[in-house]
């Protein structure tokens, strides 16, 4: 059984940092992409961050330059590392597995990956 589940949330002042883990069990993340998306109170659920198999990364414009998304495939994790945080960045974030082949047209939809966490808290306070 896959499971991904989110650590590392938290309540963090504006301009502070926070890094999210994810560990992966049930499913190897060497070879395969995934992401981070996350759903702030009243909005849809929006893209963060994507790691391809290729190497590539892919983030939205609201968090370049700011966030790092990594990963380590002997330890079957992944990370984001969240640095000059906003208010606007809270939010429930979740990651994400994603078996697409043509990951590089797919990373900001979510319906490109196969497999979830249940999500963890971040909230950033002015």
Known sequence: QVQLVESGGGL?????????????????????SAGWFRRAPGKEREFVAADSW?????????????????????KNMLYLQMTAMEPEDTAVYYCAGSEA??????????????????????????
């Open 54 to 74: 290729t190497g590539s990364t892919y983030y939205a414009d609201s968090v370049k330059g700011r966030f790092t998304i990594s990963r380590d495939d002997k």
């Open 12 to 32: 963090v002042q504006a301009g502070d940092s926070l890094r999210l883990s994810c560990t992966v069990s049930g499913w190897h993340l060497e070879g395969w």
């Open 101 to 126: 082949t043509h990951f590089s047209r797919t990373y900001s939809q979510p319906s490109g990956y196969s497999y979830w966490g249940q999500g963890t808290q971040v909230t950033v306070s002015s």
